[in-house]
C-alpha cells in the first residue's frame, strides 16, 4: 500500500530512494512540497493582497456590483472554492491580484458611474492603509513604542569606529564638543556631521569621573553623503508604554514615517532595487513586534505602489483613465484603455531588467 504523500515528505532522502515511489505519487510529493516553499516565502505578500482585493470587494458589494472571482496571483489554479455569488481561486504563482466584474453577459462594472469606480478601485490601497495603522496601533499596546532619547547619553558604539577607538562606553554622557556646551543630541550630531573631517575633543562625564577625549570623525558610508562626518555612536532609545489614545493618535504616524523614508532614500542615493533592501533598519527587541512593524511597513509601501499611475497593472493607473473619461465626459475608454494597458504591460519588465542591471553594475 502506497504511504501518504505528507509521510513521503518527512522521510529522509535515503528512505525515499529505498520505496521506490510510483512516478505519479513522486511528481505530487515535488509539487506539494514545492508549492509549501512558495507559500511560506510569498505568504506575508499574499496575505497583503487578499487584504487590498477584499477591500474592493467590499465596497463593490456594497455598491451592489457583481464580482464573479476574487483572484490571487497568475497561472494555473492551485485551489479555487465558491463562496456565495463570488469565486475565490488561488494561482500557482502568488503575485498580485485582482476582482472580475464584467463577464460578456454582464457588463456591470464600466456602467456605474465614476464615483462607484474610484471607490472600487481605491478600496484596496485605503485597506492596506488602514491596516498598517491597526498594526502599528496593536505594536504599541501589546509592547510599547521606542522612542530615541534627545539627551547627550551615549546609547550605542560601534565597533572598529573612531568613537570606540579612543574608548567612549555606553552610559557616557557628553557635556562639551571643541569647549562648547550642548544641549540636545540633535545639536550635537549636527558638529560632528559638519567638521570636514577634523579632530573633535569632547568632554564626557562617566560616573563621578569627567574625562577629556580626542576623535577624527570619518565620512559616512553611502548612501549618505560622503562629506556627512560620523564618529559611531547613536543616542539611548527608550521603549514607553503609551495609553490608549495616545497609541491611537500615534498609529497612522507609520504613513509619514515610511514617506520620511523613502524621502531620505530619493535625496541621498538612487533609489534601486538592490540598494533599498540594504537600508531597511532592523530592531529586533522581540520578533512579533518587529514581525508587526515590518508587515506595517510593507502595507504602507504597497499601497503607494498600488496608487503609482501604471496602465494595466496598477489602481493609480486605472483611477487615471477613469479620471480622464471623467474629464472628457465619456462612460469608457476601452479604446485607449486597451493600448495603454498593453503598452503598459510590455514596459514594465524591461524597466525592472533595466534598474537591476544599473544597480548591479554601479550600486552606488
Known amino acids: 500500500m502506497p504511504k501518504p504523500v505528507y509521510l513521503c515528505l518527512m522521510m529522509p532522502r535515503q528512505e525515499l530512494r529505498k520505496m521506490k515511489l510510483p512516478k505519479s505519487q513522486a511528481a505530487k510529493a515535488m509539487t506539494i512540497f514545492a508549492n509549501l516553499i512558495l507559500l511560506v516565502t ?48 488561488i494561482n500557482l504563482v502568488p503575485l498580485g491580484g485582482f476582482l472580475e466584474m464584467e463577464r460578456d453577459d454582464y457588463p456591470l462594472f464600466h456602467e456605474r458611474g465614476y464615483l462607484t469606480k474610484s471607490a472600487i478601485i481605491l478600496a484596496g490601497p485605503a485597506c492596506l492603509l488602514l491596516l498598517a495603522i491597526v498594526l502599528n496601533f496593536v505594536s504599541q499596546i501589546s509592547f ?92 539611548e532609545r527608550k521603549t514607553v508604554k503609551p495609553s490608549l489614545m495616545t497609541a491611537l493618535n500615534k498609529s497612522p504616524s507609520i504613513i509619514t514615517q515610511v514617506i520620511a523614508g523613502v524621502g ?57 483613465f477613469f479620471s480622464v473619461d471623467r474629464l472628457k465626459g465619456l462612460s469608457s475608454a476601452r479604446n485607449y484603455t486597451w493600448w495603454a494597458n498593453r503598452i503598459g504591460l510590455s514596459l514594465l519588465p524591461i524597466m525592472i531588467l533595466l534598474a537591476t542591471l544599473i544597480d548591479i553594475l554601479n550600486p552606488w
Not at 192 to 205: D, P, V, Y
Open 144 to 235: 510599547g513604542s521606542t522612542e530615541v532619547s534627545n539627551e547627550l547619553v551615549v546609547g550605542a558604539v560601534l565597533e572598529d569606529y573612531p568613537a570606540s577607538n579612543v574608548g567612549l562606553q555606553t552610559g557616557d554622557r557628553i557635556l562639551s564638543v571643541n569647549g562648547s556646551d550642548v544641549q540636545d543630541w540633535s545639536t550635537l550630531s549636527n558638529l560632528i556631521a559638519t567638521s570636514g573631517g577634523r579632530e573633535i575633543e569632547l568632554e564626557i562625564n562617566r560616573g563621578t569621573e569627567v574625562k577629556t577625549v580626542k576623535v577624527n570623525p570619518i565620512p559616512s558610508e553611502p548612501p549618505h553623503p560622503q562629506n556627512q562626518m560620523k564618529i559611531g555612536i547613536s543616542p
Open 264 to 320: 531620505q532614500i530619493f535625496q541621498s542615493a538612487p533609489a534601486r532595487p538592490i540598494v533599498i533592501l540594504g537600508q531597511t533598519p532592523v530592531e529586533k527587541e522581540s520578533f512579533t513586534k518587529f514581525i508587526l512593524y515590518e508587515l506595517a511597513i510593507g502595507c504602507v509601501i504597497l499601497a503607494f505602489i498600488f496608487l503609482v499611475p501604471i496602465p494595466y497593472l496598477t489602481d493609480g493607473g486605472h483611477f487615471t
Open 42 to 89: 510569498f505568504l506575508p505578500f499574499v496575505l497583503l493582497i487578499l487584504v487590498r482585493e477584499l477591500g474592493r470587494w467590499f465596497v463593490a458589494h456594497r455598491a451592489g456590483v457583481m464580482v464573479f472571482e476574487l483572484v490571487i496571483g497568475f497561472g494555473p489554479c492551485a485551489w479555487r472554492k465558491r463562496l456565495g455569488e463570488t469565486t475565490l481561486s
